[in-house]
C-alpha cells in the first residue's frame, strides 16, 4: 500500500484530513477488489471512474456517450461488481465526511480551530446572554422543554445492517487513527484491523434477499438505543452543565427533568402495512420491555460495585427497613448466581448496596417474565409473581432518589452526581420500555370498523358509512357520553378481516395498559384524517375496551386540503363537552396534532405545502388558545427535502413563532435515523442541535413577517400550486411517462422495508411518497422539489417584486431555509441523465414531450432560485455541501447508466413474461443503493 497513505492525519484544516481519509480507504477498497475479482474488474473499475471524471470536467456530449458505450460493452457481472465498488465508495466517504464532522468539533473545542459553531450549547448561551437574555431565563427554559424523537420504520434505509456495523466499525476505527499519542505499531494494528473490515465489507452480500419483517424493523429500532443513545443522554447532559457554566449556571438541569424522550413507529404502524398486527405490536411491547430491563440490570450491576460507601443518612436507613429481603424471596426469586458481582446476601455495613440489591433482582425479574412471555414460556412466566414486576417508572425512580438523596445529606455529591446520575437520566429518559410505542391506523379503517358495528345493531341505527358528519358526530358523542357498550364480548359474527383485526388491535392496546404498563403506548395517530369524526371515531372504539389509560389520539393532517380544514376541525372538537373534558382529565388539556410533511408536499408541490404548513401551524395554534387547548405539534419529517427534510436546526428556527412552546415532537426516518445516531458523537451533537434549536425559537422567534411578505407567498403558493398539479394530476400521460422515466415499478425488489409501496391502486395520489420521492431522485430529475417553483419565482420577478423575493431570503428564517433546501436538492439534479432515461425506457415518443419539458423547467428554475439566492453556481452560499456534491458526482453518472441498463434489460424480460438474470436484478438493486447513498438521500 502506498505509505503516503499510511501516515497520521492531525490536520484540522477545512478538507486535507477528510481527503487523506478517502484516498485511504479509496486504496484499501480497490485493493479488496483487485484482491477477490481479479485486475481485469479492478481495470474497468478504474477506466469507467476515469471516464466519468472527464465527461464531469467536460461536461461535453462525447464523453458521456463513451462512458453509456462503455457500461453497454462491460458484462453484467462485472458491472455488478463495479457498481458495488461505487456503491461502498460512497458509503466509505460518507462515513469519512461523519468522521470529519467530529475531528473539527474535537478540534474546535480544543481551541485549535475557528470555524463558525452556530448551534453549540456555549455558544447558544453566550449569544443567548448577548441578546440580552439573563442566565436564569436560558436555564428556566431549558428545565421545561422537552423533545420526543420518534423513530419509525419508513423504509428509506437502504444499506443493510449488516454493513451498517462495518462501517461504524471503519469509522471509529478512523477516529483512534486520528490519536496524537499512537505508537507506530498501535498505528499498524488499526490499519490491519481496516483491512479486515473493509475486506468483511466487501465480501458481505449488498442485495437483502428478504423483506424485513416489522419484528425486524422493532428490533433495528432498539438498536439505534442500545448502540449510540442509551450512552449519549446522560453524556450529553453533562456536557449541557458544563455549557451553563459558563454563563454562571452551577446547576445542570434537574434530575426531575426530561429534556428527551424516545419513541417507535416500528411494530405500531399498520397504515397500508397488513403486516403489522396485533400480534405484532403486543410482542413488539414485549421485546421493548425486555430489552430495558436487560439495558437497566446491567448498570445497576454496574453501580452497584461503583457505591460501596458504608456511610448514609438516617433516612435511608429508615427505608432499607421497609424493603423486602435484600434477596426477594418471593415466588419465582431465590438468590442467584447469575448475577457478575454480589450474588449472595449484601451486608448492612453497606446501605446502598442493600437497596440496590432490592431494585436489581426485581429488574432482573422484569426481565426474566418478559422474556418468558416473548418466548411464550409461559410456566416461567406464571413462577414470577407479577406484583414484583416493574409496571412504572416511579417504582425504579423511587429507591435511586433514596440514595441520591442519601448522598447529598452525606456532602458525596461527586458520587450522586457520577454513575447513579446517569442512570436516573436513563429512567427519565426512556421509562421501562426505551421506546413508547405510537399505533398509527389509516381513518378509513375505523369508519370501515365502526361501520360493521353499526350494521350489526340495527334496530334502525342508520349504518355509519350512510350518515352525514353531523349525524356522524351526534352518534359518536352520545355514545361517549353513555355507558352502554357498542361491541358484544364475543366479538361481531360475519365482519371482515380487516375489521376483526382493527378490533384486535384496541383489544391489544387496552391489555398492554392494564397489564404491561400505561407508558408503554405513546399516541394513537390517525392518518388522512379529515373530518372531527374521525377522532372520536377512536376514542369510542378505544373506550369499548377499557384501558386502564386512554392513548392520547393524534390527528395526522396530510393533505393539502386538510391542513386547510384544520382549523374547523379542532373547533368541532373542542365544542363537544365530552371531548373537552377528557383532554382535561385525561391529557392534562394537551391536544397533539400531527402535520405531514410527505403527502402535502406530493398534492400541492414544495412551496404550497411548506406554506400551508405554516399557515395551519399558526392558524391550529390561534384556535387552541381560543379554547384554552395546550397545543403540541408533532412533525411528521422526512428525510428528503421532498418530504419536509433537511438539517434539523434550519427546520426548528423555521417554525411559526408560539407553536413550538418548549415542545418538540419529530420523526426520525431511515436514513436520517443513521446520519444522526449513527456514532456516539454524532448522536451527542444530533442532542444538542436540537436542545439549542428548541432553546432558539422559544426565546427570539421571528416576529417580523411583514403583510407583503404573506401577500407574496400566498400568490407564490397558488402559482406554483397550479402548474405543478397541472402537470402531475392533469396531464394525461404523466402517470404513464413517471413509470416509463423512473424506477418506480421496480422498487418493490429492494427489500428495504415490511411496508407496501401502495395504500391501494390508484394514480399518483395513491402512491406512497418515499417511492414517489425516491424515483425522481434515481433518474436525477428531482421533480417533486422544484416543480412549480420556478413559475412561482417567475411570476413575482414579473409584478415587479423580485427586490422584496431577495429582502424575504435575507431577512426570513422561513424562506431562508426553504430555499437554500431547493437549491441543495437543484445541485443533484443532471438534465444530461434524465434524458437518458427517457432516451432508452420512455417508450412512446409522444411521451417524450414531457421530459422535454420537464427538464426545460428544471434549467429555468435553477437559474430563477439562484437569482434569488445570489449565487452564481448552485450552493456558492454553502460551499461544504458544493465540495461534498462535486465529490462524489463523478461516482454517480456510472450508476445511472448502470441501472438504465438493468432497466431496459428487466423491462425487456417483463415484456416477454420471463424473468430476468439474478445478476440483472442485483445490479438494479446495487445502482439504487449506490445512487441513494452517493446522493444521500432515500425517501
Known amino acids: 500500500m502506498n505509505s503516503s497513505l499510511m501516515k497520521r492525519v492531525d490536520s484540522v484544516d477545512f478538507t486535507s484530513p477528510l481527503q487523506a481519509n478517502v484516498e485511504l480507504l479509496t486504496s484499501l477498497l480497490v485493493s479488496v477488489v483487485e484482491q477477490h475479482c481479479g485486475e481485469a474488474v479492478a481495470g474497468a473499475f478504474e477506466k469507467v471512474r476515469t471516464l466519468s471524471r472527464l465527461y464531469d470536467l467536460t461536461h ?11 457500461v453497454q460493452e462491460l458484462p453484467i457481472d462485472d458491472l455488478v461488481k463495479i457498481c458495488s465498488t461505487f456503491s461502498n465508495l460512497c458509503n466509505l466517504t460518507n462515513i469519512a465526511d461523519h468522521v470529519h464532522r467530529i475531528r473539527r468539533r474535537r478540534a474546535y473545542e480544543r481551541g485549535e480551530s475557528s470555524f463558525l459553531l452556530h448551534y453549540g450549547a456555549a455558544e447558544t448561551f453566550a449569544y443567548l446572554v448577548k441578546a440580552g437574555f439573563t442566565p436564569e431565563e436560558i436555564y428556566r427554559n431549558l428545565c421545561n422543554q422537552t423533545i420526543d424523537m420518534v423513530l419509525t420504520a419508513h423504509p428509506t434505509q437502504s444499506v443493510r445492517r449488516s454493513l451498517l ?23 499498524d494494528l488499526l490499519h490491519m484491523r481496516i483491512e479486515a473490515e473493509m475486506n468483511a465489507l466487501w465480501r458481505t452480500d449488498e442485495v437483502r434477499r428478504s423483506r424485513p419483517k416489522p419484528e425486524d424493523e422493532a428490533r433495528a429500532a432498539l438498536n439505534v438505543i442500545t448502540s449510540t443513545v442509551w450512552d449519549s443522554v446522560p453524556r450529553f447532559l453533562r456536557l449541557l452543565a458544563i455549557a451553563l457554566r459558563k454563563i454562571g449556571i452551577e446547576e445542570g438541569i434537574p434530575l426531575e427533568c426530561r429534556p428527551f424522550v ?10 397500508g402495512n397488513p403486516n403489522v398486527t396485533a400480534q405484532v405490536t403486543w410482542e413488539t411491547v414485549l421485546l421493548n420491555r425486555f430489552r430495558a430491563a436487560e439495558l437497566f440490570l446491567e448498570a445497576i450491576e454496574s453501580l452497584m460495585f461503583d457505591l460501596s460507601l458504608h456511610y448514609c443518612s438516617p433516612e435511608l436507613r429508615k427505608y432499607i427497613q421497609t424493603l423486602p429481603e435484600p434477596q426477594l424471596v418471593e415466588k419465582g426469586a431465590r438468590i442467584s448466581l447469575i448475577y457478575r458481582e454480589f ?8 446501605p446502598y448496596r442493600q437497596v440496590l440489591a432490592h431494585v436489581r433482582d426485581r429488574v432482573r425479574l422484569t426481565r426474566d417474565y418478559f422474556g418468558a412471555l416473548l418466548s411464550q414460556n409461559h410456566a416461567l412466566a406464571d413462577q414470577i409473581d407479577p406484583s414484583i414486576v416493574l409496571t412504572h417508572e416511579e417504582e425504579l425512580l423511587e429507591p435511586l432518589r433514596q440514595i441520591y438523596a442519601s448522598l447529598l445529606a452525606e456532602s458525596d455529591v461527586a458520587v450522586a452526581r457520577a454513575g447513579l446520575t446517569d442512570l436516573i437520566r436513563r429512567v427519565q429518559a ?24 353499526t350494521r350489526y345493531i340495527g334496530g334502525g341505527l342508520k349504518p355509519y358509512t350512510e350518515m352525514t358528519e353531523a349525524e356522524r358526530m351526534a352518534f359518536l358523542s352520545e355514545t361517549l357520553q353513555g355507558r352502554r357498550p357498542l361491541i358484544p364480548r ?133 384556535t387552541a388558545r381560543k379554547y384554552g387547548v395546550h397545543l403540541r405539534f408533532f412533525h411528521g419529517r422526512g428525510g428528503t427535502v421532498g418530504r419536509g427534510g433537511g438539517p434539523q436546526h434550519l427546520a426548528i428556527m423555521s417554525q411559526p413563532p408560539d407553536t413550538i412552546n418548549k415542545y418538540l415532537r419529530v420523526t426520525i426516518q431511515g436514513e436520517v435515523i443513521q446520519q444522526d445516531f449513527g456514532m456516539p458523537a454524532l448522536a451527542d451533537r444530533t442532542l444538542e442541535t436540537f436542545t439549542t434549536a428548541v432553546l432558539r425559537q422559544e426565546l427570539m422567534p421571528f416576529r417580523n413577517v411583514h403583510p407583503k411578505w404573506r ?170 455541501q458544493q465540495r461534498a456534491i462535486d465529490a462524489r458526482r463523478p461516482w454517480l453518472t456510472p450508476m445511472n447508466l448502470a441501472q438504465v441498463r438493468a432497466l431496459k434489460l428487466m423491462r425487456t424480460s417483463a415484456a416477454q413474461q420471463s424473468e430476468p438474470e439474478s445478476n440483472v436484478t442485483d445490479l438494479f438493486v446495487i445502482s439504487v443503493k449506490a445512487l441513494a447513498a452517493g446522493l444521500q438521500n432515500t425517501g
Not at 262 to 271: K, L, M, P, V, Y
Not at 435 to 450: G, K
Request: some cysteine; overall charge negative.
Open 165 to 187: 456495523s462495518k462501517l461504524h466499525s471503519i469509522g471509529m476505527l478512523l477516529i483512534e487513527l486520528d490519536r496524537n499519542d499512537l505508537t507506530p505499531q498501535e498505528r
Open 490 to 622: 364475543d366479538g361481531i359474527p360475519d365482519c371482515s378481516a380487516a375489521v376483526q383485526e382493527v378490533l384486535r388491535t384496541f383489544e391489544v392496546c387496552a391489555k398492554i395498559s392494564r397489564e404491561i404498563s400505561t407508558t408503554a403506548l405513546g399516541a394513537y395517530v390517525i392518518s388522512m384524517c379529515m373530518e372531527p369524526s374521525d377522532v372520536l371515531c377512536v376514542e369510542v372504539l378505544q373506550r369499548e375496551f377499557a384501558p386502564k389509560r386512554p392513548q392520547r389520539v393524534v390527528p395526522l393532517l396530510e393533505t393539502i386540503g386538510a391542513l386547510q380544514k384544520a382549523t374547523e376541525l379542532l373547533t368541532s372538537l373542542f365544542e363537544v363537552p365530552w371531548y373537552r373534558e377528557h383532554l382535561r382529565s385525561d391529557h392534562d388539556n394537551v391536544q397533539e396534532v400531527m402535520i405531514g410533511y410527505s403527502d402535502s408536499g406530493k398534492d400541492g408541490g414544495r412551496i404550497t405545502s411548506a406554506w400551508e404548513l405554516y399557515l395551519g401551524q399558526e392558524r391550529l395554534a390561534q
Open 430 to 453: 426512556f421509562g421501562l420500555s426505551l421506546l413508547r410505542l405510537d399505533i398509527r391506523q389509516e381513518a378509513s379503517m375505523h369508519t370501515e370498523t365502526m361501520d360493521a358495528i
Open 711 to 880: 401577500e407574496i407567498m400566498d400568490r407564490m403558493s397558488h402559482v406554483s400550486c397550479e402548474h405543478y398539479r397541472s402537470i402531475v394530476y392533469k396531464q394525461p400521460n404523466f402517470v404513464r411517462y413517471f413509470r416509463c422515466a423512473t424506477p418506480e415499478p421496480e422498487l418493490g425488489i429492494l427489500n428495504i422495508g415490511s411496508r407496501p409501496q401502495k395504500r391501494r391502486e390508484g394514480g399518483v395520489e395513491t402512491l406512497r411518497a418515499i417511492p414517489w420521492v425516491f424515483s425522481w431522485s434515481q433518474n436525477r430529475l428531482q421533480l417533486p422539489v422544484w416543480l412549480g417553483i420556478g413559475d412561482a419565482i417567475e411570476d413575482t420577478i414579473e409584478r415587479g417584486d423580485g427586490d422584496t423575493l431577495r429582502k424575504m431570503y435575507l431577512e426570513w428564517p422561513f424562506f431562508r431555509s426553504f430555499m437554500d433546501l431547493i437549491e441543495m436538492v437543484l445541485a443533484k439534479a443532471d438534465t444530461h441523465i434524465a434524458a437518458k432515461y427517457d432516451e432508452v425506457l420512455v417508450p412512446d415518443p409522444d411521451m417524450h414531450a414531457i421530459g422535454s419539458e420537464l427538464r426545460r423547467r428544471l434549467q429555468h428554475t435553477i437559474a430563477l432560485v439562484m437569482r434569488v439566492s445570489g449565487s452564481r453556481r448552485l450552493l456558492d452560499n454553502d460551499r461544504p
Open 343 to 350: 450474588s449472595h446476601h449484601v451486608p448492612p455495613s453497606e
Open 262 to 271: 424516545f419513541s417507535s413507529w416500528a411494530g405500531g404502524d399498520r397504515d
Open 60 to 70: 461535453e456530449e462525447k464523453h458521456f456517450e463513451e462512458l453509456w458505450s462503455l
